[in-house]
C-alpha cells in the first residue's frame, strides 16, 4: 500500500466480542495511538460516523487510509458476514495484519 496515505488500525471482530476489543483498545490508546486513528465498528468514535453508509465508510477506510488490520479470530467472527469481509478486503488489498485467536477458538 501506499505510503503516502495516512496510517490507521482497523479492528476486525465480531460485534458479541465486544469485551476482547474493549481490552484491545484500551491497550491501543495506552500506546499513545488516538482513538481518531482506530476503526472499531463496535466502539463509539473510532472512525465511523453514525447516520452514513457504513458500506461507504469502510471501503473508504480501507483504501484511502494505509490500515494495519488487527482481526480477533473467534467463533463468532467466522459468523459474521460483515466481519468475514473486512477480512477479505484486508486481504484483497495485501493490508498488513495481525491475528489474535480468542480462547477457545482451535486452529
Not at 472499531?40 to 473510532?46: D, K
Not at 482481526?71 to 495481525?98: D, Q
Not at 491475528?99 to 477457545?104: E, N, P, Q
Amino acid at each position: 500500500m501506499s505510503d503516502n496515505k495516512k496510517p490507521i488500525v482497523f479492528v476486525c471482530h465480531a460485534s458479541e466480542d465486544e469485551h476482547f476489543v474493549s481490552a484491545l483498545m484500551n491497550l491501543l490508546m495506552k500506546m499513545g495511538i488516538s482513538k481518531k486513528s482506530i476503526v472499531c465498528t463496535s466502539m463509539r468514535g473510532c472512525g465511523l460516523k453514525n447516520g452514513e453508509n457504513w458500506n461507504d465508510q469502510l471501503r473508504e477506510k480501507f483504501t484511502d487510509y494505509n490500515p494495519y488490520v488487527i482481526i480477533i479470530h473467534s467463533r463468532s467472527l467466522y459468523k459474521s458476514a460483515v466481519a468475514m469481509n473486512e477480512m477479505g478486503a484486508a486481504w484483497v488489498l495485501k493490508h498488513k495484519v495481525f491475528s489474535f485467536l480468542v480462547k477457545g477458538l482451535e486452529v
